[in-house]
């Protein structure tokens, strides 16, 4: 992001503090291997997600945001794996978490995303960010979720 305007978003929220709402998504083939999502604006892989519209459910949202980034269709449950805290740069953001099994995917493109691809939970991609690699893990390892979306954080509200 361009360092000015982060500052100004970063003193939007500090003032206005809102309360946000997303969902990401855990997309696993057959093969076991995980859906990885790299933006035109911004670096690293992602578990493709967004946030939550007005008048739309989390889960709506998790089925909307991989339809847009990676063409999947769910075809079997969204299933809701951990709900995350992260008030990193003094935002108020809540994540859901959400792992899908059974899906089609069809070829789409998309200006936010510029490249998808399926990988092995022990081979991802370089630059995977460290909560992407964190929350595969846990729902690898069969981990209870913890309270924040990055281990770095606090409490603080």
Do not use: C
């Not at 990885?36 to 911004?42: P, Q």
Request: proline share 5%.
């Amino acid at each position: 992001m361009i360092p000015v305007i982060r500052f100004f978003l970063q003193q939007y929220w500090r003032v206005s503090r809102p309360l946000t709402a997303g969902a990401r998504v855990l997309v696993v083939d057959p093969a076991g291997q995980v859906l990885l999502v790299r933006h035109t604006y911004m670096k690293g892989w992602y578990l493709p997600g967004g946030g939550v519209d007005r008048g739309e459910t989390m889960r709506a949202a998790a089925a909307r945001e991989i339809w847009e980034e990676a063409g999947i269709v769910a075809t079997g449950e969204l299933t809701l794996f951990g709900l995350y805290a992260n008030f990193k740069e003094f935002k108020s953001d809540h994540i859901a978490l959400y792992v899908l099994r059974d899906f089609t995917q069809e070829v789409r493109k998309s200006a936010e995303i510029a490249e998808i691809g399926f990988f092995p939970v022990d081979a991802l991609p370089d630059g995977t960010s460290a909560a992407t690699r964190a929350r595969i893990r846990e729902w690898g390892e069969g981990q209870v979720p913890p309270d924040f979306w990055a281990h770095d954080e606090t409490a603080r509200v």
